[in-house]
């Protein structure tokens, strides 16, 4: 009863645990400490754009090479507290986390959210599932789609096959790494056909798993695919 009280009305900042009042999460210094992507970012990767941007506008990696889905959004950059609120969700069993990070997600992505929305988190390989005992994507994606009242599809996508953790691999490895190992779970495809696909993974780094994701949903009769995520790696390093 206490750690369902805690879940529902979190009374301990999510990461440096002082003890606060609103719900949102985090207390006012860890919140003006978070890098929550505000105003106009990048219409298909939501990175945040720099100068005078307008509604609608792509960054240049974007606009030199369209993406596999149309609009994306991230709720913060993945750096300072944002990463650390990352990692703390994806490593260190957090999954209370969920409840706070899965509305600001919900609020980031809420110019994708259309009528014929769906929304389907980026699969972990159950090997992954059971080393980390949860699927963080799956645990974002639940609360967007209660947030916005969609339909939400837990199994709409699977691995077939084990990935090798993407991190520290160039973006060409990480490509060849994920190619071909997505695929729609073949039951769930009729729910998905004239509909709007919104996918949700925790970070994007340089988004060849949505690509995967994306273009498995559009192969199997989506109408179309928006993206959202936690945290946005704005440049690698
Ligand atoms: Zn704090
Ligand atoms: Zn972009």
């Known amino acids: 009863m206490q750690r369902l ?19 949102r999460g985090l207390c006012p210094t860890c919140w003006s400490n978070t890098p929550f992507i505000v105003d106009h970012p990048c219409e298909a990767c939501g990175r945040p754009l720099i100068g005078d941007a307008q509604e609608g506008d792509l960054c240049d990696d974007c606009r030199a090479q369209p993406r596999a889905w149309d609009r994306g959004r991230a709720a913060m950059l993945y750096a300072g507290n944002g990463r ?3 990692l703390r969700f994806k490593h260190g069993d957090r999954t209370d986390l969920a409840h706070s990070a899965g509305q600001w997600l919900a609020n980031a992505a809420e110019p994708l959210i259309t009528p014929d929305t769906v929304v389907a988190p980026v699969p972990l390989h159950w090997v992954r599932i059971l ?3 949860y699927n963080q994507a799956a645990l974002l994606a639940a609360r967007v789609a209660k947030l916005h009242d969609r339909p ?5 996508l699977k691995r077939s096959s084990a990935t ?6 160039t973006a060409e490895q990480r490509r060849d790494t994920v190619a071909g190992a997505i695929q729609i779970t073949a039951k769930r495809a009729d729910k998905i056909k004239g509909k709007r696909v919104l996918l949700i993974d925790d970070v994007m780094t340089t988004g ?3 690509t995967q994701c994306a273009e498995a949903c559009l192969a199997a009769g989506a109408k179309g695919v928006d993206v959202a995520v ?3 790696v704005d440049r690698e390093a």
């Open 164 to 169: 090798r953790t993407l991190d520290g691999m």
């Open 208 to 210: 060849a798993t949505l």
């Open 230 to 232: 936690l945290a946005r």
């Open 131 to 133: 080393r980390r005992r």
């Open 152 to 156: 939400y599809i837990p199994d709409l």
């Open 84 to 86: 650390s609120i990352v």
């Open 5 to 23: 009280a805690k879940l529902i009305y979190p009374a301990q900042c999510l990461t440096c645990d002082e003890m606060i009042e609103v719900t």
